[in-house]
């Protein structure tokens, strides 16, 4: 039988085309929620080091095992993760936790390609096996990744996807018997909200796949 749809819904309807600037990215980003943040560690021209996070990060696809990471403009220049990326093809991702929050939030800042972060907020440097990137030597799992694809977004700058070339897990860092499910409490990764909110994890609800009989 044909269903009909519901006629109890009062949502009020936003027209995006209506919305402007920080309005539209606070809609946004307050909604889809939590993101998981991708703490970017490149080099830059000379070797510099730089790092930054971003939360338009998400996990694409596991083989090959992609990752995407959307990175803006600044003043109509790409910004300096993005650049450096597109140069040396190359980045980690490391996984921000509960002890790297506030450093993390700092390597944000608008600092000029010169700056090295690492540097700037006092952050232990690791050196990445598998492609030509740095990577923060006290995050407890880092993803070493390759440039497999960018998609130029115009005004918002470019999506990249990188192809994760290694894996580097501190050996704290259990795996669940019989399986690579690394154990997220152990984990504790720090996720995005709206503004400057920020969420830890909270209560774990399993619910196993349905199987048709
Ligand atoms: C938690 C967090 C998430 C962010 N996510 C993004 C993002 O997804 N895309 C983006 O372009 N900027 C994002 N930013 C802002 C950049 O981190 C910021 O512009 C930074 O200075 C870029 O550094 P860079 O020029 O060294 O690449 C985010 C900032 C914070 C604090």
């Given at each position: 039988?044909?269903?009909?749809?519901?006629?109890?819904?009062?949502?009020?309807?936003i027209?995006?085309?209506?919305?402007?600037?920080?309005?539209?990215?606070?809609?946004?980003?307050?909604?889809?929620?939590?993101?998981?943040?991708?703490?970017?560690s490149?080099?830059?021209k000379?070797?510099?080091l730089?790092?930054?996070?971003?939360?338009?990060?998400?996990a694409?696809?596991?083989?090959?095992m992609?990752?995407?990471?959307?990175?803006?403009?600044?003043?109509?220049?790409?910004?300096?993760?993005?650049?450096?990326?597109?140069?040396?093809?190359?980045?980690?991702?490391?996984?921000?936790?509960?002890?790297?929050?506030?450093?993390?939030?700092?390597?944000?800042?608008?600092?000029?390609?010169?700056?090295?972060?690492?540097e700037?907020?006092?952050?232990?440097?690791?050196?990445?096996?598998?492609?030509?990137a740095?990577?923060?030597?006290?995050?407890?799992?880092?993803?070493?990744?390759?440039?497999?694809?960018?998609?130029?977004?115009?005004?918002?700058?470019?999506?990249?996807?990188?192809?994760?070339?290694?894996?580097r897990?501190?050996?704290?860092?259990?795996?669940?018997?019989?399986?690579f499910?690394?154990?997220?409490?152990?984990?504790?990764?720090?996720?995005?909200?709206?503004?400057?909110?920020?969420?830890?994890?909270?209560?774990?609800?399993?619910?196993?796949?349905?199987?048709?009989?």
């Amino acid at each position: 039988m044909k269903r009909s749809p519901s006629d109890v819904s009062d949502h009020k309807v936003i027209h995006t085309d209506e919305v402007e600037g920080l309005d539209r990215y606070q809609l946004l980003t307050s909604l889809v929620v939590p993101r998981p943040i991708g703490w970017i560690s490149t080099y830059g021209k000379d070797g510099v080091l730089n790092l930054a996070p971003f939360s338009f990060f998400s996990a694409v696809a596991a083989s090959p095992m992609l990752v995407s990471v959307s990175i803006g403009t600044r003043a109509g220049v790409p910004k300096d993760s993005l650049q450096n990326i597109l140069d040396q093809k190359a980045f980690c991702v490391n996984i921000v936790t509960e002890v790297q929050g506030p450093q993390m939030n700092e390597t944000s800042a608008d600092f000029p390609p010169e700056q090295d972060e690492f540097e700037r907020v006092g952050l232990p440097i690791g050196l990445a096996t598998r492609v030509n990137a740095p990577y923060v030597a006290n995050c407890p799992a880092i993803l070493e990744c390759e440039l497999f694809r960018e998609l130029n977004l115009g005004n918002a700058g470019s999506l990249i996807v990188g192809e994760v070339r290694a894996v580097r897990l501190d050996p704290t860092l259990q795996f669940k018997e019989g399986s690579f499910l690394v154990d997220t409490k152990v984990l504790k990764p720090v996720a995005r909200l709206g503004g400057p909110e920020y969420t830890l994890l909270g209560d774990i609800v399993v619910m196993p796949r349905p199987t048709l009989k």
